[in-house]
Nanobody, 127 residues
């Protein structure tokens, strides 16, 4: 059974940085795509970033492009989301996700591509 456990969320001031992590068990992430989504209060869960299985392609939502970076450490079986220049509108619960198969890269921007989800970690950005 694949389990994804996020950590690293917290409270940060606007303009600050935070790194959230997603540790995977039950699967080696090195040959699989991974993604990050977020859900703000009262809103739908939306795509944030993804990295394909080969690490050759990364995708970002327009709202975070240039500020967030997705990466992975295969030795630790962990995926990271480095968040810089944080804004109050980045406040949300952040979820990592993994697909069971190997969807095409563009599909990684949609929830339907993912089969496994973590429980989420809260990120709050104060103004």
């Amino acid at each position: 059974q694949v389990q994804l456990i996020e950590s690293g969320g917290g409270l940060v001031q606007a303009g600050g940085s935070l790194r959230v992590s997603c540790a995977a068990s039950g699967r080696t992430i090195s040959s699989h795509a991974m993604g990050w989504f977020r859900q703000a209060p009262g809103k739908k869960r939306v795509f944030v970033a993804a990295i394909d299985w080969s690490d050759s392609n990364t995708l970002y939502a327009d709202s975070v492009k240039g500020r967030f970076t997705i990466s992975r450490d295969n030795a630790k079986n962990t995926v990271y989301l480095q968040m810089n220049s944080l804004k109050p509108e980045d406040t949300a619960v952040y979820y990592c996700a993994a697909p069971r198969t190997a969807p095409i890269t563009i599909a990684l921007m949609t929830e339907l591509a993912y089969d496994y989800w973590g429980q989420g970690t809260q990120v709050t950005v104060s103004s």
